[in-house]
């Protein structure tokens, strides 16, 4: 598998293998490999709607993160 880069901010991603999502330790963004590709339209099309959707995924990853170093 090819190594991802955040669109964000061009950070490396963290594949996480049980949920298929990279995870972005730079800015907090969270998405499936479909949704990475959205993103990239979305930052075109709708910046409001992809600031919103990035919160979430911020606060999910911090929850994430704290897991997995238990
Ligand atoms: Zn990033």
Not at 8 to 36: I, N
């Amino acid at each position: 598998m090819p190594e991802q880069s955040c669109p964000e901010c061009g950070a490396a991603f963290f594949y996480d293998s049980a949920t298929k999502r990279y995870a972005c330790k730079g800015c907090g963004l969270y998405v499936t490999k479909d949704e990475l590709m959205n993103i990239k339209d979305r930052q075109r099309a709708g910046p409001d709607e992809y600031r919103k959707r990035k919160q979430q995924q911020s606060e999910y990853l911090e929850w994430w993160l704290s897991a997995k170093e238990k």
